[in-house]
């Protein structure tokens, strides 16, 4: 499992395309041919992403909105994250260091 900080930057990937039906959802990227499938709570921290853009700050979100641990929250958006990386979907990058 990839290990990032609280300070890593998330992004979703250019280009792809989110569908939902009933809270779950489907990313697809077309340049690629992936299409991945989000339950109800991947479509939330999915959303997440784009609005918060760290990884502390989307664990933080996931801890105050369930009854979870920090350390299970960052096993499982870890999880995430990598099968997301592996179907390029998601984009990571390091904040910049203060000079």
Known sequence: MTTFSDATILRHAQEVVLSTLEGDAVLAHPK???HFGLDEVGAEVWGWIAEHGTLGAVL???VAAYEVSRQQAQ?????LIDALLE???VQVSEAAADS
């Open 60 to 62: 933080d979100r996931i």
């Open 87 to 89: 179907n390029g979907l």
């Open 75 to 79: 096993q499982d958006l870890m999880r």
């Open 32 to 34: 690629k041919d992936a």
